[in-house]
């Protein structure tokens, strides 16, 4: 069962477009949604996240909106650049009431941002 | 560097052999956290510590595999007689109390 459907699996866009990355969720007891970028080789490097009592949240190129009647969240990459072609996950957690806050990750999104 | 470390980086063994790899969390996080990825997949929960206390295990946490947080500090996860299924990489996360995880670079496994 995958609580965490992402989408699209690759994404190819030009230097300074806006990449979207999709994902819907079938929890509704998620309460905490982050964003990894991962380099072949790296580990998971945490971009930015989100709580379900704001629709949107933006940290300078990077904007998550959040939908939480459709149990859906994406995240928006503005202005995007050659450096930032990697593999992109979403991911959530139920972080509160004593959780113990594991993250259940997508399937990722390879992006390829051309120059 | 006071990110989270994880040893080995690579590890190379034959079917059967037992392996041990270690992850160092970030000082002072309480929760550390056992992930492994295979090519092509998001990262799938393993096991989880608060302090030293191993609190949650994953199904896919077979007989063969065990993970111990000594004194709260840091982890190490074998994996006996190895098979080739067992390959991917074993990815080690802490935090301090809450669901922001950090990760260190992950150890490659590779059963021949």
């Known amino acids: 069962q995958q609580q965490v459907k992402q989408s699209p699996q690759s994404l190819i866009v030009q230097k300074g477009g806006i990449s979207i990355i999709n994902c819907a969720y079938e929890n509704t007891a998620f309460d905490y949604f982050p964003w990894y970028q991962q380099f072949p080789g790296k580990g998971p490097a945490l971009l930015i996240a989100i709580r379900p009592d704001v629709s949107e949240k933006k940290e300078g190129r990077f904007t998550i909106s959040f939908n939480k009647s459709a149990k859906q969240f994406s995240l928006h990459i503005m202005d995007s650049q050659p450096g930032d072609s990697a593999t992109y996950f979403c991911a959530a957690s139920k972080d509160s009431g004593g959780s113990n806050y594991k993250l259940t990750f997508g399937k990722g999104t390879l992006l390829t941002v051309n120059p | 560097d006071t990110g989270v470390s994880q040893d080995p980086r690579h590890k190379i063994t034959k079917r059967g052999q037992n392996v041990t790899f270690r992850c160092d969390p970030i000082?002072?996080?309480?929760?550390l956290y056992w992930y492994r990825q295979t090519l092509g997949q998001g990262p799938e929960f393993l096991t989880y510590?608060?302090?030293?206390?191993?609190?949650?295990k994953s199904r896919l946490l077979s007989d063969r595999f065990s993970a111990e947080r000594p004194k709260g500090s840091f982890s190490t996860l074998e994996i006996q007689r190895t098979e080739q299924g067992d390959s991917a990489m074993y990815l080690c996360a802490s935090s301090l109390g809450g669901g922001l995880q950090f990760f260190g670079p992950g150890t490659r496994l590779t059963v021949l």
């Open positions: 000082s002072e996080h309480n929760r």
């Open positions: 510590f608060q302090n030293e206390a191993q609190l949650e």
